[in-house]
């Protein structure tokens, strides 16, 4: 939520209830019968993501045709931080209903209803449908004057043959040959590991970290965890 307080009252409140920790659920229920409080009815597109799912549901939202909030509404403009990056680059690729971010590459992929991120380079057989792919913070120096072979075993980016389903791949993310990361549109399978995991799932939705290096070969699949 957005709120908008004066700031003796705010202070004072905080001193007064140091035990909580959400407005909605602990300071106004506890004021509304001692302070002046007001509400605004607003009837916009607003979306609450504070959850991994809510994330993700907003996120491929985005994705539709007409989506309730569009990046493309010239009278409110998005603008986004200027970076410089080439135009992505496709080669026989499928592609459909997704974003490519900038400085993006993909060889003989199939795309569906994803969110390609920042210099994501996907190589070929690979198939990504319904995730959000966060992409990288730097290509490796001078990765693209190297020969293809050198290139696949750079340790950089996702290697053939992935499959990505219903999952959120988190920056600086490497993939291994033929690995398959699949979440399941079951609500009720959470997996939440330690922090330092090669993975969680919530709420059927696969969350891959920041900087993990999944081997080849490796099998993440929500439904083995009903």
């Known amino acids: ?24 659920k602990g300071i106004f229920p506890k004021t509304i019968g001692t302070h ?58 499928g592609i459909d209903a997704s974003l490519i971010c900038d400085g993006s590459v993909l060889r003989g992929a199939k795309v569906r209803r994803s969110i390609v991120g920042l210099r994501t380079y996907i190589r070929p057989g690979t198939e990504v449908n319904q995730a959000i792919i966060m992409g990288n913070d730097y290509y490796p120096d001078g990765f693209f004057s190297l020969p293809a072979e050198r290139q696949e075993n750079s340790g950089f980016g996702w290697k053939a043959g992935v499959t990505v ?16 990361v699949r979440g399941s549109v079951d609500t009720n399978i959470t997996v939440q590991n330690e922090e330092t995991a090669k993975f969680h799932i919530i709420n059927g939705i696969v969350v891959i970290p920041r900087g993990t290096v999944l081997p080849d070969n490796t099998v993440i699949d929500a439904e083995t965890f009903k």
Do not use: C
């Open 165 to 180: 389903e219903r999952a959120i791949i988190d920056k600086n993310v490497v993939i291994g040959a033929n690995s398959v």
């Open 1 to 24: 939520g957005v709120y908008l307080f004066d700031k003796k009252v705010l202070l004072g409140l905080l001193a007064e209830y140091p035990q909580e920790h959400d407005f909605g």
């Open 36 to 93: 002046r409080i007001q509400r605004y009815a607003y009837e916009g597109y607003w979306e609450d993501i504070g959850t991994i799912k809510s994330y993700f549901d907003a996120s491929m939202g985005l994705l539709d045709e007409r989506p309730a909030f569009s990046f493309y509404d010239f009278e409110m403009p998005v603008y986004t931080h200027h970076r410089n990056l080439p135009a992505p680059k496709v080669f026989d690729s």
